[in-house]
């Protein structure tokens, strides 16, 4: 999601693609939010306007890459890029474009106040395709490296954020999903386009008649690997030897330390942050530290800062789509029984964990056998 490639007039890519994480677009995304112009967009989009997003990294290459952005033949992101190669044609189903700060959610067509702002065409962006289209026709030498027949439906599928309800079942009204990876999100399905007032939360397309409300964090597992590298690094060698996980032995670090680490808080923004707080400049702390706290206190303190930051993501939620029913959480974070229970104590909520923990993998499978009507319970 959110990534971005140019390409030059002979479909050659003239940059690598430019991911989620890569803030250069920062100055240009508060510029936006300042003039007022952002939140008509985002009003329109649902993408929040953020450095994150294509819209952002247009605008940025506009301004400090001309040579490249006035070489760029097409704008697109890695499925397209993709597709492009397998097929030798632009797509891009709606969840993607959704993404972009480009797509306009209602009309579910290229919005063009954002283009207009780019100084970019329709023509200069991939097609518009529904998640379950599908397209034939592999490229013959791609067929037989992959050793698949041409004849082969590739359905075009949805992002990884909101496969991932589906993935799990949270697609009814009220079931809220959340999931922590690298990143993090909480999500929940909604019958029609919602924005937040305060442009906080991200609406993106599903199909053309469900939609995904919620709030994507940059910091999830990855700040644990932080804590497990920069502050634990005799215990990973101890953990090699023995042929554990070190992420196991520092959450039963964790479990003897109690709620609330002793008063040590953890602001988990090691990467800038997108929700709740959707400023690129943020930066993490520990805070209240004092000399009875131990690394053990650091770990718990930072594990409570992640999910507390995705609590107060489901309390902005909570105002556009209302109290959750239930919740549904996967993501590596779910094998941990830890961190399972601090979610549960957190959210103030039981917490459902599916057997797969792959739920976007599965909401792929998902989407692809109700395209091709092998599977109609989802109700899409």
Not at 105 to 126: N, R, S, Y
Not at 130 to 143: A, K, Q, V
Request: charged share 20%; glycine share 8%.
């Amino acid at each position: 999601m959110h990534s971005l490639i140019l390409m030059d007039k002979d479909d050659k890519p003239l940059t690598r693609a430019i991911t989620w994480a890569d803030n250069r677009a920062a100055k240009y995304s508060e510029e936006l939010k300042a003039n007022g112009l952002g939140a008509e967009i985002y009003a329109k989009t649902g993408t929040p306007i953020h450095p994150m997003a294509p819209l952002s990294k247009i605008l940025w290459l506009k301004n400090e890459k001309p040579d490249l952005y006035h070489q760029a033949k097409k704008f697109v992101d890695l499925k397209s890029y993709v597709f492009f190669r397998l097929f030798g044609v632009y797509r891009m189903e709606y969840s993607i474009a959704s993404a972009t700060g480009m797509f306009n959610i209602f009309k579910l067509t290229w919005e063009q106040q954002a283009l207009d702002l780019l100084g970019i065409t329709e023509e200069q962006l991939p097609e518009l395709v529904e998640p379950t289209d599908s397209i034939s026709g592999l490229n013959e030498r791609y067929s037989e490296l992959l050793g698949i027949s041409t004849d082969v439906p590739f359905i075009f599928g949805a992002s990884d954020g909101v496969l991932s309800n589906l993935g799990v079942g949270a697609i009814d009204p009220g079931v809220v999903a959340v999931t922590i990876g690298t990143s993090g999100a909480v999500r929940v399905v909604v019958d029609k386009p919602v924005v937040d007032p305060n442009g906080k939360l991200f609406c993106y397309a599903l199909t053309k008649d469900k939609w995904v409300v919620g709030g994507p964090v940059n910091n999830g597992g990855i700040v644990f690997r932080w804590v497990k590298d920069q502050l634990f690094a005799p215990e990973k060698i101890t953990a090699e030897q023995m042929q554990v996980s070190t992420y196991d032995i520092l959450t039963q670090i964790a479990e003897k330390i109690p709620a609330g680490s002793d008063g040590l808080l953890f602001h988990p923004y090691l990467g800038g942050e997108r929700a709740p707080i959707w400023d690129a400049y943020a930066r993490g702390s520990f805070f209240g530290l004092t000399r009875k706290h131990t690394r053990a206190h650091m770990v718990r303190a930072a594990l409570e800062g992640i999910v507390y930051n995705l609590y107060i993501v489901m309390l902005t939620i909570e105002g556009v789509a209302g109290k959750p029913k239930s919740i549904q959480a996967t993501g590596g974070f779910a094998r941990s029984a830890l961190w399972r229970q601090m979610l549960a104590d957190i959210f103030e909520q039981d917490v459902t964990i599916p057997e797969s923990f792959e739920s976007s993998c599965l909401g792929a499978a998902v989407l692809g056998m109700y395209s091709l009507d092998m599977l109609t319970v989802y109700r899409l």
